[in-house]
């Protein structure tokens, strides 16, 4: 697909230990390798945000999306509103919610319902409110319908988009680059994930090492105009964090998919 643009690469996690050492110089590191952003900006929250921001824009890096600890920070009106100033001042897009239970259609649709209310104050100044999937999403099913689905059904696609995690995705027992197409218009951002198996939680590998995958599931994002592609491990193998990040990030420039 020589003709579309391919999605920016970001990296969220990994390289936390390594962060927690010397932050900004892991951070100069990740932008040799050839990532263009990361995910979540609470360290340049720390101190003179402006400055912050500069000197990471300096290194060719962007925020691509602040981040939502707690569902119960939505229900609060100065919550939302700082969660707004922080987004701004960090400047990034895409605001994201990372985890939610999956009990019943009744919760989901009341679930719909605080996204839907909190996207629209967050579409108001601009940004977009994200949710990010796990598994469960995808292993509950209510009338034949993914639990995502009924989120996706009950809300405004203009308040709630999706961060779509192509290995939880394919651990729920989905296709990632179905699940994409489908979703078309919603999505601002994949997270890129491998697993060397799916028998249990927790067989996490490098991108390009593992079943997951990742070049159909980087056709389909790019096809339907996903802005990022973020790479993640939740727990390193063998591998340390800036380890991980570089051979992750090789592997998709060794197939052509950067």
């Known amino acids: 697909m020589p ?9 969220i996690g990994i390289i936390g230990e390594e962060a927690k050492q010397d932050f900004w110089g892991t951070m100069k590191r990740v932008a040799e390798i050839g ?10 929250l720390k101190g003179d945000i402006g400055a912050n921001v500069a000197r990471f824009h300096d290194l060719g890096l962007q925020i691509a999306t602040h981040s939502v600890p707690s569902k119960e920070l939505l229900r609060d009106e100065k919550e939302v ?8 001042a960090l400047q990034t897009k895409d605001v994201t919610f990372w985890w939610d239970v999956v009990d019943s259609r ?69 296709d990632p680059a179905h699940i994409l197409r489908k979703m078309s218009g919603r999505v601002p951002a994949i997270h890129l994930k491998d697993v060397y198996g799916t028998d249990e939680i927790g067989k996490w590998t490098a991108v390009g090492t593992g079943i997951v995958n990742i070049q159909e599931s980087i056709e389909a994002a790019t096809e339907i105009g996903v802005e990022w592609m973020t790479v993640e491990q939740d727990k390193l193998r063998n591998l340390t964090g800036i380890e991980t990040a570089l051979v992750s990030y090789l592997n998709l420039k060794e197939k052509g998919l950067l």
């Open 3 to 11: 003709a579309m643009t391919r999605p920016k690469l970001g990296l």
């Open 35 to 44: 990532y263009k952003g990361i995910e979540g900006g609470g360290e340049l």
């Open 81 to 88: 509103d700082r969660l707004i100033r922080e987004a701004h």
């Open 106 to 174: 009744e919760q989901l649709l009341r679930d719909a319902e605080l996204y839907d209310a909190a996207g629209k104050r967050f579409a108001e100044e601009g940004l977009r409110f994200c949710y990010h999937n796990h598994a469960h999403e995808f292993e509950r099913t209510f009338n034949g319908l993914y639990a995502l689905d009924i989120l996706a059904e009950h809300t405004d696609p203009k308040h709630l988009y999706f961060r779509m995690d192509v290995a939880w995705i394919t651990i729920g027992g989905a």
